[in-house]
Every structure is written in structure tokens, then in C-alpha cells.
């Protein structure tokens, strides 16, 4: 004579009945035909009304094996830009509500920096089982490039431009006109500056106008009755220069003040020096 009750666990945390004998004695083989989708049995043996106890001998079990529904997983949020933040994907389940398990190459922690992840999303649920792949690309952050100090004199050194980037500090790739070496000659140059950082791009380009380099002398001299031209100093030698005094090719002779313009030009490009002549 018996009285038990028998549930059954698909987590071994969470019990249902399944049969239910502990308030009328049992005696013998008992047979029962419960329904239900377990992975753990339990059985608790319950007072009897003789006080005897309760031996178990035999205990069969059958039914069909189980697998886990099928459920739907829909990958989301796989366009995103760096921010410096992680980048999680994210996913709709069917049925919806399903707690979702993220890898990104084989890692849960979602990444940061600017890239391509493989993404895999598995349902993790007692009931339900699906998985779906993808690619989550983090795209590099636009910058800011700033080109300055465009319009350079010629002295015989390298003039290279300068770079400013926002946010600051990014490595930047220059050329002159597809050259990493920054040119010495009077002319003009085609610059490019491309940002080469891991999680930003950005470029700009301009035009580096290298230009003689024109000064002017004896700008203070005295009445003799002859013309009286300025000294006239231009690099590189051999430049090509023109001189006005008050718009006039001719040095002036009277006393008095005049604007003096000198004009060098090479290679297309101009340089320019301007002052007052006093006689």
C-alpha cells in the first residue's frame, strides 16, 4: 500500500505533476498515462494509511524521444558606425521573447573598434532552438582634414603643408602630386591627405603654390639727378623680375615717395614684394 506523487522537469528546476496519488492508496503494479515533454522524473513517496513504508521496485518509463521546437531568428542592427562604444547586434525571435545567445568571431563580448564581425545568434530556450548568421560591419567615423599653409616662399628646403585633423591627432598619409616627399622647387603641387587611423577616414586636398621669393633694398636714397632703381633680391636666381614705381616701369628721378612693386615669375607661379621709395 503506497501513496506518491511522480512530476516531471524539462530544467530540473522547475516541477509539474504528472501523477498525483497521494491522497488514495495504491496497491500492486500501478500503471499510469500522463502527457507531457520532461527531461527529469520525480518521484516522492507520501504517507500511507497503514504507516508501512514504500519500496519501490521496478519504475519503467516510455515515449517517444523529444527535440526542441523550431523557432525563427532574424539578425538586426549589422550597419553600424565606430563611436567607441561596443556595437551589439541585436535579433527578432519567432515565437517572439526568446532569450538570444550573440558571438562576434567566436566572441561574446560585442565589438568596438572599426571592422567586419561574424555574427552568430543562437535561441537559447527550453523549448525552442534556432540560429542565425550574418556579418555586423562597424564603419570608420568621418574626420575632419584641414590643409593650411598653401602658398609657400621659396628658400632651397622642403615645404611641406600642414595637416590638421577633428578629432585631433589622426596619422595622416600626404602627397605632392602622388609624392610622399614634400617638393623644394618654385611650382605647383597637387596635395592629398588621406587619414590612415584604425577606426576614422577622412581626406582633403588643395593646391601648394610654391612662389620666388622676392625682396626689396636700398628703398631710401638721395637726389642726384640721375634715376634711382631699388635693389631687387629673388629666389631662386635667374627668376624673371618686374619692377613699377607709383605703376611706372621707369626708377624715378625727382624726389619724393613711390610705391615700388617687384614681380617674379617661374613656372607659372608669382611672387610679389612691395614698398616705398623715398628719394
Known sequence: VQRYRLEGSRDGANWASLVDAASTDQQGWDEWSATGI?????????????????????WEVYGSPWSK??????????????????????????????????????IEEPPVNAGTYAVA??????????????????????ATVRLTE???????????VTVETVPGGLGVTVSYDGNAIPPVAVGMYAVAAEVSAANYTGMSTGLLRIVPQVTLENL????????????????????????????Q???????????????????????????????
Do not use: H, W
Not at 75 to 102: H, W
Not at 124 to 141: I, P, Q, R, S
Open 38 to 58: 520532461v527531461r527529469y522524473l520525480r518521484f516522492t513517496a507520501v504517507s500511507n494509511s497503514t504507516g508501512s513504508s514504500v519500496d519501490v521496485a521496478e
Open 69 to 106: 521546437a523550431a523557432a525563427t531568428v532574424t539578425l538586426a542592427n549589422l550597419g553600424q558606425t565606430y563611436d567607441g562604444a561596443p556595437k551589439a547586434a541585436t535579433a527578432t525571435t519567432e515565437p517572439a521573447g526568446l532569450t538570444v545567445r550573440y558571438t562576434y568571431n567566436g
Open 121 to 142: 545568434a543562437a535561441v537559447e530556450d527550453a523549448d525552442y532552438e534556432g540560429m542565425a548568421t550574418g556579418l555586423l560591419v562597424v564603419a570608420k567615423a568621418p
Open 150 to 160: 598653401l602658398e609657400r616662399n621659396y628658400d632651397g628646403t622642403p615645404k611641406p
Open 220 to 247: 631710401q636714397q638721395t637726389y642726384n639727378g640721375s634715376p634711382r632703381p631699388v635693389t631687387v633680391c629673388v629666389a631662386p636666381e635667374g627668376t624673371e623680375v618686374g619692377i613699377t614705381y607709383n605703376s
Open 249 to 279: 616701369a621707369t626708377p624715378p628721378i625727382a624726389a619724393g615717395c613711390y610705391a615700388v612693386t617687384a614681380t617674379a615669375s617661374r613656372a607659372g607661379c608669382e611672387g610679389y614684394a612691395t614698398g616705398c621709395l623715398i628719394v
